[in-house]
């Protein structure tokens, strides 16, 4: 069974920065890309970033390029989202994924692991 955990989140002030963590555990495809989405309150959750298992192609939602930023240790089995310059309307939960087909796909549906979540808060 496979197992994604997030961690790394909290109560940041408009303009921090905060790194979440994702592990993954248990068998897994030889490759396998990730992808971090996120949902605010009220709203869809919505795609953030990906990335397949060299690093090589990655992606980002058009709004949060050059703030946000993606990698991953193969090694560690973790992924990462580095968060900058963050602004109260990041404020989410937000979740890592796994897709075993290495595609680093926008659309939740290529997902087929979850993690629970982890909440991020940007208020002063």
């Known amino acids: 069974q496979v197992q994604l955990v997030e961690s790394g989140g909290g109560l940041v002030q408009p303009g921090g920065s905060l790194r979440l963590s994702c592990v993954v555990s248990?068998?897994?495809?030889?490759?396998?890309?990730m992808g971090w989405f996120r949902q605010a309150p009220g709203k869809e959750r919505e795609f953030v970033t990906a990335?397949?298992?060299?690093?090589?192609?990655?992606d980002y939602a058009e709004s949060l390029k050059g703030r946000f930023t993606i990698s991953r240790d193969n090694a560690k089995n973790t992924v990462y989202l580095q968060m900058n310059s963050l602004k109260p309307e990041d404020t989410a939960v937000y979740y890592c994924?796994?897709?075993?087909?290495?595609?680093?796909?926008?659309?939740?549906?290529?997902?087929?692991?979850w993690g629970q979540g982890t909440q991020v808060t940007v208020s002063s």
């Open positions: 248990g068998r897994t495809s030889r490759t396998y890309a």
């Open positions: 990335i397949t298992w060299s690093g090589f192609s990655r």
């Open positions: 994924a796994l897709d075993t087909a290495n595609r680093a796909a926008t659309e939740e549906r290529w997902y087929k692991y």
